[in-house]
T-cell receptor, first 114, second 111 residues
Framework: DAGVTQSPTHLIKTRGQQVTLRCSPKSGHDTVSWYQQALGQGPQFIFQYYEEEERQRGNFPDRFSGHQFPNYSSELNVNALLLGDSALYLC?????????????FGPGTRLTVT | QKEVEQNSGPLSVPEGAIASLNCTYSDRGSQSFFWYRQYSGKSPELIMFIYSNGDKEDGRFTAQLNKASQYVSLLIRDSQPSDSATYLCAVRVASGYALNFGKGTSLLVTP
């Protein structure tokens, strides 16, 4: 049973560029959330996708956008990168029908903006 | 006001002892509570979740929830050096689906 997968593992970009991160959820999961984790901090919620739509969004600017595909996989796009966007980007998946609603994280993508 | 608060530590306990990790939250309507373990350079790993008042046990781990006091804790019995990690408390918001995380407590189990 494959867990949550993310690609790429590491990424180095220049300020002002755009980046796309990818996530495949755990088998049987239909909901994907994205989080940003800065060094020494807990993960911060960016947004969640369910049924190919953004269901909830955290306090992040419009430079952060996403997409969910019919197979439940998801992308996170960040435009006009800033130095402060350097962080670990985590994808988490869950099965919306479960009352416990536990979320499982992928290995993350480490983004460095120079 | 920070929504989920944890003592950053480090919390140091000797091998074989009980480690007690604590978390408070501000949203009284919060529904579900989670503990994640995160090793340095790795992603968070779910170890426990609880949504009813009281205790929930799973192996060496016990989660405790007190909604009246807005307090959730994690006990690790017979602590091992491999338990040394950062423990993140997460709370599902009352109004939606996001998890709000604390900054985490660093646990060091010394041989």
């Amino acid at each position: 049973d494959a867990g949550v997968t993310q690609s790429p593992t590491h990424l180095i970009k220049t300020r002002g560029q755009q980046v796309t991160l990818r996530c495949s959820p755990k088998s049987g999961h239909d909901t994907v959330s994205w989080y940003q984790q800065a060094l020494g901090q807990g993960p911060q919620f960016i947004f969640q996708y369910y049924e190919e739509e953004e269901r909830q969004r955290g306090n992040f600017p419009d430079r952060f956008s996403g997409h969910q595909f019919p197979n439940y996989s998801s992308e996170l796009n960040v435009n006009a990168l800033l130095l402060g966007d350097s962080a670990l980007y985590l994808c988490a998946s869950t099965e919306t029908s479960r009352a416990s609603y536990e979320q499982y994280f992928g290995p993350g993508t480490r983004l460095t903006v120079t | 006001q920070k929504e989920v608060e944890q003592n950053s530590g480090p919390l140091s306990v000797p091998e074989g002892a009980i480690a007690s990790l604590n978390c408070t939250y501000s949203d009284r309507g919060s529904q579900s509570f989670f503990w994640y373990r995160q090793y340095s350079g790795k992603s968070p790993e779910l170890i426990m979740f609880i949504y009813s008042n009281g205790d929930k046990e799973d192996g060496r781990f016990t989660a405790q929830l007190n909604k009246a006091s807005q307090y959730v804790s994690l006990l690790i019995r017979d602590s091992q050096p491999s338990d040394s990690a950062t423990y993140l408390c997460a709370v599902r918001v009352a109004s939606g689906y996001a998890l709000n995380f604390g900054k985490g407590t660093s646990l060091l189990v010394t041989p």
